[in-house]
């Protein structure tokens, strides 16, 4: 899968630009039928504005599936729309991305979805349906979610963030092809992301954390830390679905324990996280133990020199990815038993100052 997420990669995004609550929706599963915040003026004619559709999904073979669509205007991008395709193969990864300018594609306004070129991402009756054009490469996905969307939002002077489940948990069914006459079909277990933020880099987070494990049981933690002027809250989602504890809710609380130093920045790098999260009467909590860092990113590397140095007098951020495990337990009302399961994994830890 992509080594960020939608969010963090909108970070980095802005970063170039600076060098020129909950909301509820219906309870029924399947994935939102709402246009995208690209359709809307407040978004649409914001400098720093920046939206993120992101799918992954990981098949029984452990192959990954990563698919984005990005739309953005911090950054030089003004208004550019990308789609990006990655798709794990035995026979070798499927690649390919294409990006359009305003006026080359075509934002849907009474329903989620965009067309652009041969490509067409559009919402129907009740699934996310892609088909996907690159000419050398070409894909057609439906992806259903098992349990309705959810929302946080956090809005602040500095511009607003908004961060939803577009679906949970789903199942991904995927067919890709290439010019060598390559084919491909999977069904995958499978989640779908959906972020929209006016926000600059230096306003969006201060640290974030992503574990995304899609096995037997899928335990997902995914959550931003605020900056202090926007409340240092944390903003994002816990999943945990399997056999006898199928929950999806929000962030509410987490704490770092065991803080290894990193040498080269000071950043202190947690080897436990815990996370609080709760909807309704329902309760979960995820602690994540690490027990080897087997990757550090300093996510400002390919920029040049100049663009390097003035991003850095804002923030520098670094990803961290490590290994281990995580054991989650839900309890869906004060009197009902814990549920709990446990899974080896690997997950990021971001920090940008």
Not at 30 to 39: H, L, N, R
Not at 74 to 93: D, M, N, S, V, Y
Not at 106 to 125: C, L, N, P, Q, S
Request: net charge positive; aromatic share 8%; charged share 20%.
């Amino acid at each position: 899968m992509s080594r960020v997420s939608a969010l963090h990669t909108a970070c980095v995004v802005l970063i170039l630009s600076l060098c020129a609550g909950l909301v509820p929706r219906a309870a029924q599963a399947g994935v939102p039928s709402a246009p995208m915040y690209w359709a809307k003026g407040s978004v649409a004619t914001h400098d720093q504005a920046v939206e993120h559709l992101t799918i992954r999904a990981r098949n029984p073979a452990g192959q990954d599936t990563f698919i984005r669509i990005q739309a953005a205007n911090a950054g030089f991008k003004h208004g550019q729309l990308k789609i990006t395709l990655r798709q794990e193969a035995p026979g070798g990864t499927f690649y390919a991305d294409q990006s359009f300018d305003v006026g080359d594609y075509r934002v849907m306004g009474d329903h989620f979805g965009v067309t652009a070129g041969k490509h067409r991402v559009e919402v129907t009756g009740g699934q996310l349906a892609l088909h996907l054009d690159f000419g050398s490469v070409k894909a057609d996905a439906t992806l259903s979610s098992l349990v309705a969307p959810l929302q946080v939002v956090d809005r602040h002077g500095s511009g607003f963030i908004a961060r939803e489940l577009f679906a949970p948990v789903g199942r991904l069914t995927l067919q890709v092809s290439d010019a060598n006459s390559r084919t491909f079909s999977t069904t995958s277990t499978a989640f779908a992301v959906h972020e929209a933020s006016t926000a600059t880099a230096h306003h969006v987070y201060d640290r974030a954390v992503q574990l995304h494990h899609l096995g037997a049981d899928v335990v997902l933690t995914d959550y931003i830390v605020t900056p202090a002027e926007r409340g240092a809250r944390p903003l994002g989602f816990v999943v945990i679905w399997g056999k006898g504890h199928n929950y999806v809710g929000e962030v509410t609380s987490e704490a770092r324990a065991d803080e290894h130093a990193d040498s080269a920045n000071g950043y202190k790098v947690p080897y436990q996280v815990t996370v609080a999260s709760k909807r309704g009467e329902s309760r979960a909590a995820v602690r994540i133990t690490a027990e080897k860092q087997v990757q550090r990113e300093d996510d400002l590397a390919d920029l040049n020199f100049v663009a390097r140095k003035a991003a850095a007098m804002f923030m520098h951020p670094v990803t961290y990815t490590l290994r281990g495990k995580a054991a989650a337990e839900v309890q869906t009302n004060a009197a009902a038993p814990v549920a709990s399961c446990e899974a080896k994994v690997k997950f990021k830890y971001a920090q940008v100052r």
